[in-house]
């Protein structure tokens, strides 16, 4: 399927590029060959991802992100996570005062953040440089609101994650003819 095709089809589930980002930074990541033929899981990876070229730092798609696990090195990564699964949500501001604490050698890790004027803490388990999903998935169910939940494709160590409702989740799903698993069960 032609890639300009698939880009449509996944706008109608508002899945589209950032406005300042092309076909072009798409094809950063992926050939375009490969692409058409193995459509929308490729591309779904390619939206989840940063521009391959400068300036850097760019997301493709802030409806999609290919979150790499094995992504903990020091404090500030949590921080990171969380202003990304935000991100996702359509509001970044959702959760505010988010801090971490990373100390993997001595396995002393923690997360912040403000919800609503509450103060949460989460305590981390350290397990080398790879996330805590157990912490992250009671950041997302404190994110998860009006009918819409996370949803992943395994990635190998990643997985792609969208926000979506269960509706437009299934749509998505049979577009990549896979089922897309929701993170944390409604």
């Known amino acids: 399927m032609e890639l ?7 706008a109608q589930l508002g899945l589209v590029l950032n406005p300042d980002i092309t076909i072009e930074d798409v094809l950063d990541t992926v050939d375009r060959q490969e692409l058409e033929e193995q459509p929308f899981v490729l591309l779904l990876f390619s939206l989840g991802s940063e521009v391959q070229r400068a300036p850097w730092g760019r ?6 992100w290919n979150f790499d ?5 020091a404090t500030g990564d949590y921080v990171t996570i969380v202003q990304n699964l ?3 949500t359509g509001d970044r ?3 505010i005062d988010i801090t971490d604490s990373i100390d993997l050698d001595t ?8 919800r609503h004027g509450q103060r949460q803490h989460w305590q981390i388990e350290a397990n080398d440089d790879w996330a805590d999903m157990l912490a992250i998935s009671y950041v997302m ?3 998860q609101r009006d009918g819409k939940q996370f949803y992943s494709l395994d990635n190998g160590q990643a997985m792609i994650l969208v926000y979506l409702d269960r509706a437009i989740a299934e749509q998505l799903g049979d577009l990549c003819d896979e089922d897309l698993e929701p993170v944390i069960p409604a």
């Open 4 to 10: 300009t095709a698939q880009l449509d089809k996944l």
């Open 59 to 64: 997301r493709i798609c802030n409806s999609v």
């Open 69 to 73: 696990t094995e992504c903990i090195a």
């Open 86 to 88: 935000c991100l996702l």
């Open 93 to 95: 501001d959702y959760l």
């Open 107 to 114: 396995g002393e890790c923690w997360l912040e953040y403000t």
């Open 141 to 143: 169910e404190d994110l």
